[in-house]
């Protein structure tokens, strides 16, 4: 497979071989949807909380008499069945959201990712992609010699510098290889690898 490898200024300057099985996959779509929530699932967590009837702060009476009003049985206003009673099945924060993939799955849905972003022209190498200074102002105006906008960026090593440059960007997203995620690559319109990260990527997913 050959990716389109840019220079400095954004232009295409030749291209580099990659992986097949990488960046030559064929497109899942239920694989990578399923991927891709499972990721944002294990990445939530449980900050909700409601009362069930023993926690909601109501009185303990009896509302109204056994017999005789025609009206249904009540015991307390605690009761799920009234407004402003207890939950039967509460929200708590010990909620559990995470969402099993196994690695082979997650591995194959990455792959199928990337070859989608490389089938679009969404996925470009560069040879590096370094600061001379940790200045934002200097990183956009690099982004913008290079026509990017929206962007991320995969390195195989993450200077100081780049990423004190890109931090304050709400648009761009610098991540090291081992870092990238399947939200991530979906989420940019362009996506950046340095070849050393293309390297990198290969070989955690081969």
């Known amino acids: 497979m050959e990716l389109k490898l840019i220079d400095g ?10 992986s097949d099985a990488l960046f030559g996959r064929e497109f899942n779509e239920a694989l990578v949807h399923q991927v891709v929530v499972a990721y ?15 926690e909601v702060h109501h009185s303990t009476k009896k509302p109204f008499r056994q017999k005789g009003t025609g009206r249904a049985r009540a015991g307390m206003t605690s009761s799920p069945l009234w407004r402003g009673g207890g939950r039967i099945f509460p929200n708590t924060p010990e909620e559990n959201f995470t969402q099993k993939v196994n690695r082979k799955m997650y591995r ?7 070859s989608q ?18 200045k934002t102002r200097l990183f956009a105006q690099k982004l913008k010699a290079m026509g990017l906008g929206s962007v991320l960026l995969v390195t195989d090593s993450l200077d100081e510098n780049l ?9 761009v997203l610098v991540l090291e290889a081992q870092q990238a995620d399947p939200v991530s690559l979906v989420r940019f319109p362009k996506v950046i690898f340095t070849k050393g990260a293309v390297a990198k990527i290969e070989e955690m997913l081969a």
């Open 9 to 18: 200024q954004g232009q295409a300057a030749s291209t580099v071989t990659a």
């Open 40 to 54: 944002q699932a294990n990445a939530r967590a449980g900050n909700r909380k409601q009362k069930d009837r023993e």
């Open 108 to 114: 194959a849905g990455l792959a199928a990712i990337l």
């Open 117 to 134: 972003l490389a089938r679009e022209d969404r996925l470009m190498v560069i040879d590096d992609f370094t600061m001379e200074a940790p």
């Open 163 to 171: 990423a004190l440059a890109a931090r304050n960007l709400p648009n």
